[in-house]
C-alpha cells in the first residue's frame, strides 16, 4: 500500500472498497488504519475508502513533539483527500476530533461528518466544569504513573477507560508492551482534547458548520463519551447523537457491523454531490 509524504510526514495508507463513494478513515490513538476492516468491510460496496495511520502509529513515520499531534494528523487528512474532496470524513476517538477540526478548518473538504466515540473532553467541560473534578480524579493514577515513568502501569490505566472492554491482565503480554512502548502518543493529545489548544469552541466556530453529521458512541462507554457527544450536538446544527447497545469506546472494532449500519443510514441522507 502507498507510503508518501502528505502534510509534511512520511504518512502510509491503506484502501478499503470499491463504493462509488469517497471517504476517509482516521483511527483512533493506539492503533492503526487497519482498525477500520470490518467497518470497511461492511461498507465496501458503498464506498471506496482510504485509511491512514497517525503520526507515531502503524507504518506512518514516528510523531515528534516538533510539530503538534493534532496539527500534524489535521494537515496529513487534508493532503490525502486533496482534490478528490470533499469526502465523506469517519472518525474515531482522536480520530474524531480530527474529523472534527478539519470539517472547521477546512469545510471544502468534507462533505459529511461521522464521530465515533469523541475524546473532545473540552467541549464537555465547557458545558459542565463539575466534570473537570471528575476527569481529573478518573486520571489520577494514569497521571501519576506518567510522572514517576511507569509506562506499563499508565498505559494500564489508560486502557482501563478507554479500552474494549477487556481487563488488562486478558491482554497478551506482547500487546501490553506495545501499548506502553505508545503511551507518550496519548499525551500528545492532551493539549487539544482537553485544552482545546486550536479554539474549536471558540467564536461559535461549531456553531457556524454547515456540514451533515452522525455521533455514534458504545452505550457502555466511558462516562465521559454521553456528555462530549451532547456538547458537540448542541453546537452542531442537525447532527444526531446514536448509542450501540452492548458497545463501549472500541465500537468500530468490536461492533464492525451495527457502527457500519448507522454510518449506511446516515450516508443514505446525505447527497453525493
Known sequence: MPRDIRGGHPTYWTTFGTGPRQALLIHCSLAHSGAWK??????????????????????????????????????????????????????????????????????????????IESVFVAAALADDPVLAEQHHDTNAGYIEALKRGDRMEAARAFM???????????????????????????????????????????????????????????????????????????????????AIPGAGHMAPITHPDETAALIAEFLDTVPEI
Open 160 to 242: 482501563t477507560e478507554w479500552g474494549d472492554g477487556r481487563p488488562w491482565q486478558a491482554l497478551p503480554r506482547e500487546h501490553q508492551k506495545f501499548l506502553a512502548s505508545k503511551i507518550h502518543l496519548i499525551q500528545a493529545n492532551q493539549p487539544t482534547v482537553l485544552e482545546d489548544r486550536p479554539g474549536l469552541l471558540r467564536d461559535r466556530r461549531i456553531e457556524a458548520l454547515d456540514v451533515p453529521a452522525l455521533l455514534i458512541r458504545g452505550a457502555d462507554s466511558s462516562g465521559f463519551v454521553e456528555p462530549i457527544h451532547k456538547a458537540i450536538v448542541r453546537r452542531l446544527k442537525g447532527a444526531r447523537d446514536i
Open 38 to 115: 470490518g467497518v470497511a468491510a461492511a461498507l465496501g460496496e458503498r464506498l471506496t475508502m482510504r485509511a491512514y495511520d497517525l503520526p507515531g502509529h502503524g507504518r506512518s513515520g514516528d510523531w515528534t513533539p516538533a510539530r503538534d499531534m493534532q496539527d500534524l494528523s489535521v494537515a496529513m487528512a487534508a493532503d490525502l483527500i486533496g482534490a478528490e474532496g470533499p469526502v465523506d470524513v469517519i472518525g474515531h476517538s482522536f480520530g474524531a476530533t480530527v474529523g472534527l477540526r478539519l470539517a472547521i478548518e477546512r469545510p471544502d473538504l468534507v462533505r459529511s461528518l461521522v464521530m
